[in-house]
Every structure is written in C-alpha cells, then in structure tokens.
C-alpha cells in the first residue's frame, strides 16, 4: 500500500533530518546544562554561607538569582530552537514527500490511491479529481482496469484540481468523498511525525 510507502520515506528522509538537527542542538544543550552546573554550584556555596552575616547572605542570594534567571533563559532559548528545527525537519519531509509525483513509479501510486479510495467508500459508481498533469495518467484502459479490479464503475470528472498529486474519490451523487491527494496523506500522518520528532528532541 501507498501508505506504507510513504511512511518509509517519511522515515528515512526524516532521520537524514535527524542527524543535521541534533548537531544543531547539541551546542545549546551544552550549554544549558553548564548553566545548570553552576546554578548547582552557587546553592552549595550558599549552604556553606548559611552562618556567614546578612551582608554575605544577600550577595550569594542576589547571584543565584541572576544564574537561576539564566538558567531558565538558557532553557527557553533551547525550546525555541528545538521547536525551530522541528518545524524544519517537517518541512524537509512534506517537500520530499511531495516528489513522489515525480518517481517513474508514481503511475502505479495514483493506481494504488485510486483503489484505496474506492475500497473505503460505499457505493458503484465514481468519479475520480486529479490535477491537470496526473490527467494523463488515467487513460480509458486505466479507468476500465480499476474499475474491474475494485467491482466500481469510475470515470475521469473534467474538473481540474489544485494538488500536488495523488487522487480524490467521488461518489456520483457528491455524498461521499475520499481525499487521497498526496497533501490530504501528508496531512494525516503529520501529526505521527511531530510526536515521532518530538520523542528524540525532547528527550528529557
């Protein structure tokens, strides 16, 4: 099936993905956890100052105030940046997907869509939405071939749409509809991607 195609590209173009990002976070992390050290550091030394008078007190509190503030800074700025890379990292995946219209194979994808499509919606007859380019590809003998293999009748509609790729199904009667077009498939497995991204760069 397409859809286990697609998230075996997804997967591998995201852990290409991966690798350049963590490079990228790796200095910020380092970074935060230095801040963190000393943050420890000076409430040690506060403990060791406990007796020392209220003078000496207030400097040791006023500094681990300062590196406390740093601290949480440091983490902000590592979120963003996680968050950055995240949005990029999905946006690799969703241009890389998108050149699936582009593989020699990708004929024998719309097939695959197209059945897909047919085989989640009741009923005999449809009608199948391609873009302009991806007309072509549904010859007379590829609509007979489909529609013999799924047991539905489908036909080509002359309106053209606005996609990337991949195919929208249509029941004649406009009440049902399935969108297997390639934004409608990136759409749905984005969100799995995010948490798949998230759980490596928010490890902790």
Known sequence: MLSNNGE??????????????????????????????E????QADMRRQAESNQSQLDIFLAKAKMISQAELQARMELI?????????????????????SRRPDYPSILTR???????????????????????????????ESVSKESGKKLSLDEQILDLEGGVVIVRVDGRLLYDNSLEAI??????????????????D
Request: proline content about 1%; charged content about 30%; hydrophobic content about 45%.
């Open 8 to 37: 075996i590209l997804a997967r591998v173009i995201m852990e290409d993905a991966f690798q350049e990002a963590e490079a990228i976070l790796e200095k910020a992390e380092k970074e935060a956890a230095s801040i963190h050290q």
């Open 80 to 100: 963003d940046q996680k968050e950055a890379v995240l949005q990029s990292v999905l946006a690799v995946v969703k241009q890389e997907f998108f050149t699936l």
């Open 39 to 42: 943050s420890l550091k000076v």
């Open 113 to 143: 869509l197209t059945l897909q499509g047919l085989e989640w919606l009741e009923g005999e007859e449809f009608i199948c939405q391609v873009n302009s380019r991806d007309r072509t590809l549904f010859t007379p003998s590829v609509l």
């Open 186 to 203: 990136f759409q749905r497995r984005e969100e799995v991607m995010r948490s798949a991204a998230a759980r490596r760069f928010f490890r």
